[in-house]
């Protein structure tokens, strides 16, 4: 299973860094994706992470102030974000790849708001 | 971009009934698609990968079809527990991209 960090609230302008432990498996032997689901909205994909190189991929609208990374020695996979602004309210969560989400994180609500 | 058009958004049918959720690719996608489910506060969970593989531990009153650009999923004898936001995903091409889900609620 994969279990994510708590909920965050932030200023907007400041940073965040949600955690996506792995537990049961080696998180190095399976991509780890990333997808965002804002209030009342439908699921985004945000990109995905190879966690063997450490080598992330991101999708359009999430490069720049989104970075993905993993621990390997604490089998993690971490998603930081950057300058939050509100529009970046939301519900992130990792998923196990490759070919879709499986299993889910249980997924971290970050509210940017002063 | 490959869009994802899920319909219909949303229905209400009776327990019992057979439900069916299809989604439409706009360019061939192969087989790689699969349907979650998302029940209100909780994560989802998938139920078909590679359109029409059954995930383990899920009922079998579950089934998913298609090929290239149209999909469905089809729930037998929808259940009272069945009651949650269905969605599909396609993973063919990057980005990855979502339908827009099918509310599924109980007469």
């Known amino acids: 299973q994969l279990v994510q960090s708590g909920s965050e609230l932030k200023m907007p302008g400041a940073s965040v860094k949600v955690s996506c432990k792995a537990f049961?498996?080696?998180?190095?032997?399976?991509?780890i994706n990333w997808a965002r689901q804002a209030p009342g909205q439908g699921l985004e994909w945000m990109g995905w992470?190879?966690?063997?190189?450490?080598?992330?991929m991101y999708a359009q609208g999430f490069r720049g102030r989104f970075v993905f990374s993993v621990d390997t020695s604490v089998n993690t996979a971490y998603l930081q974000i950057s300058g939050l602004k509100a529009e970046d309210t939301a519900i992130y969560y990792c998923?196990?790849?490759?070919?879709?989400?499986?299993?889910w994180g249980q997924g971290t609500l970050v509210i940017v708001s002063s | 971009d490959i869009q994802m058009t899920q319909s219909p958004s949303s229905l209400s049918a009776s327990v019992g009934d057979r439900v069916t959720i299809t989604c439409r690719a706009s360019?061939?996608?192969?087989?790689?698609l699969g349907w979650y489910q998302q029940k209100p506060g909780k994560a989802p969970k998938r139920l078909i990968y590679a359109t029409s593989n059954l995930q383990s531990g899920v009922p079998a009153r579950f089934s998913g079809s298609g090929s290239g650009t149209e999909f469905s999923l089809t729930i037998s004898s929808l259940q009272p527990e069945d009651i949650a936001t269905y969605f599909c995903l396609q993973h063919n091409s990057y980005p990855w991209t979502f339908g827009q889900g099918t509310k599924v609620e109980i007469k």
């Open positions: 992470i190879n966690t063997n190189t450490g080598i992330p």
């Open positions: 049961g498996y080696t998180l190095s032997n399976k991509a």
């Open positions: 360019q061939a996608i192969r087989n790689d």
């Open positions: 998923g196990r790849g490759p070919g879709g989400f499986d299993p």
